[in-house]
């Protein structure tokens, strides 16, 4: 089947948009670093369990007595997380941790700005296992930053928030309760922008093997929430339990279990010997490679 002229007319324009936005700005709309800025991270609480979808409230303050601008978005669709957001995590040896989705692909997204007046604050809330693959329980020290629209200058450089964060390993007790934890919490949604946001369920955070027993009697009750939680997790034994799910009578539930099973698979495309199947997909390559190896 041809493609449609306007469909090819996207490949071309989509990578010059992102290309010339940056210039598109007039002279008046270039920001530096404003004096009264003041950025910050909050959590939730100050320790959390491997396995959590744990938050990180970004926050930027005005405590100065100018108004400023601020940018962000324009980097999410397709994409895992915001890409104009830079999230680090180092173990207490100075090791930092392997980003679990390092494809820059996105199609843009919407672009948003807004004045802060003295003592406005905005959020802007974040996934850090969207950013880090955080595997085992420790002491980290996490770094964010993003440009927020604004040119460094020599006075005044991009800033960067330091915190520190401890995640412990759950007993069996403690991991139950995280489970079901994620299936009383909200769904995610879009939020109120600038706001920060309520705690969310994301049960792909629920990758480590301590959580397979526990996940598959939902699973097995017919939970897709259970299934994404065990497809996340890298083991040959979560495969094989996504297998064994196949076993269901109920078509729709078999096609949410190959969905997931599907991303855990060898694939061709992976390993460079077939071209993408579309150009404007990401595919998350990086993740589905990190799932066949280990799965």
């Not at 301590?210 to 996340?232: C, H, K, M, N, Q």
Request: neutral net charge; proline residues 9%; contains cysteine.
């Amino acid at each position: 089947m041809k493609r449609c002229f306007a469909y090819h007319i996207c490949l071309i324009c989509l990578p010059l948009i992102a290309f010339f936005a940056p210039l598109l700005r007039a002279d008046d709309d270039i920001w530096p670093v404003p004096a009264g800025a003041k950025v910050s991270v909050e959590l939730d609480k100050p320790e959390f369990f491997l396995g959590e979808n744990i938050l990180l409230y970004f926050s930027v303050e005005n405590t100065g007595a100018d108004p400023f601008f601020i940018e962000v978005g324009g980097d999410y669709e397709q994409a895992s997380r915001p890409l104009r957001f830079h999230v680090t995590a180092t173990d207490k040896e100075g090791k930092t941790l392997a980003d679990p989705d390092p494809s820059d692909f996105t199609t843009g997204g919407k672009i948003y700005r807004a004045k802060l007046a003295k003592g406005q604050k905005h959020y802007e809330t974040l996934q850090l296992l969207r950013f880090c693959r955080l595997e085992r329980p420790g002491d980290y020290t996490i770094h964010v930053a993003h440009d927020l629209g604004w040119t460094e200058t020599k006075e005044r450089k991009t800033p960067v928030v330091e915190l520190k964060l401890r995640v412990l390993m759950p007993n069996e007790e403690q991991a139950r309760r995280v489970v079901w934890e994620q299936f009383l919490l909200p769904k995610p949604g879009p939020g109120l922008w600038g706001v920060r946001r309520q705690p969310y369920s994301d049960f792909t955070t629920l990758a480590h093997p301590i959580y397979l027993p526990i996940l598959l009697t939902p699973a097995e009750l017919g939970s897709e929430d259970a299934v994404r939680a065990i497809g996340s997790i890298p083991t040959a034994d979560a495969t094989k339990a996504l297998i064994g799910l196949l076993q269901s009578k109920n078509p729709r539930f078999v096609r949410s279990v190959l969905k997931v099973l599907d991303f855990r698979l060898p694939d061709p495309l992976l390993e460079g010997k077939l071209p993408p199947r579309h150009e404007l997909d990401n595919l998350h390559p990086e993740p589905r490679r990190w799932l066949v190896k280990n799965g």
